[in-house]
Nanobody, 120 residues
Framework: QVQLRESGPGLVKPSQTLSLTCTVSSDSITTNYDTWGWIRQPPGKGLEWMGV???????YYNPSLKSRASISRDTSKNQFSLQLTSVTPEDTAVYYC????????????WGQGTQVTVSS
């Protein structure tokens, strides 16, 4: 059973860069056709898709993030990471990493989520 685990700082100051890493076990991030992504949920709001990285390393992002988001990967560690620049308090949210299974057109595995607060 695939497992995903988010890690990173729980508190980030405004204007700084938020960095999170997702460690995947019992599956490979280079598996064909699956993509690996980040989703967040601000307090009192719904889920927001942020972006994904494919098995070939290509990445796609939510345009609403205005190029602030970047997803990279370390295949030797079976990890992928999110960087979000110039954060504001509006970026406060629970951040999830997840696997998107192309054949099912949905996210089929999720991490437990990690709270990130943007505050000075």
């Amino acid at each position: 059973q695939v497992q995903l685990r988010e890690s990173g700082p729980g508190l980030v100051k405004p204007s700084q860069t938020l960095s999170l890493t997702c460690t995947v076990s019992s599956d490979s991030i280079t598996t064909n056709y699956d993509t690996w992504g980040w989703i967040r949920q601000p307090p009192g709001k719904g889920l927001e898709w942020m972006g994904v990285i494919g098995s070939d390393g290509s990445s796609y992002y939510n345009p609403s993030l205005k190029s602030r988001a970047s997803i990279s990967r370390d295949t030797s560690k079976n990890q992928f990471s999110l960087q979000l620049t110039s954060v504001t308090p509006e970026d406060t949210a629970v951040y999830y990493c997840a696997r998107h299974t192309t054949a099912m057109q949905t996210f089929t595995a999720w991490g437990q989520g990690t709270q990130v607060t943007v505050s000075s």
